[in-house]
């Protein structure tokens, strides 16, 4: 079994931040990628961000210059820092962690966090 927590959600104005955090805990082996999805009310989840075990990062178009990934391989962490947040960041920020092998790949998620961004 994995489990992932996550914490730092909040509320927050319009161009402020937010840090995001995500620990893996369990039976965790050959991880490929942790990251974070999200998904607003009435949308499907979508990519925010995500950081492959070859350290290879990839972030969703709208959020692009203004979040960052990182990854801490001995604890099995993942953090995401928020900067200039709009309102249309507002969603349930899920995180995500993959393994994988030679012919499966197996995806965990923790149980979201709520990020509100408003005036």
């Known amino acids: 079994q994995v489990q992932l927590v996550e914490s730092g959600g909040g509320l927050v104005q319009p161009g402020g931040s937010l840090r995001l955090s995500c620990a893996a805990s369990g039976t965790i082996f050959s991880i490929s990628a942790m990251g974070w999805y999200r998904q607003a009310p009435g949308k499907q989840r979508e990519l925010v961000a995500t950081v492959s075990s070859g350290d290879s990062t990839n972030y969703g178009d709208s959020v692009k210059g203004r979040f960052t990934i990182s990854r801490d391989y001995v604890k099995n962490t993942v953090t995401l820092e928020m900067n200039g947040l709009k309102p249309e960041d507002t969603a349930v920020y899920f995180c995500?962690?993959?393994?994988?092998?030679?012919?499966?790949?197996?995806?965990?998620w923790g149980q979201g966090t709520q990020v509100t961004v408003s005036s």
């Open positions: 995500n962690l993959q393994m994988s092998g030679r012919a499966w790949t197996r995806d965990y």
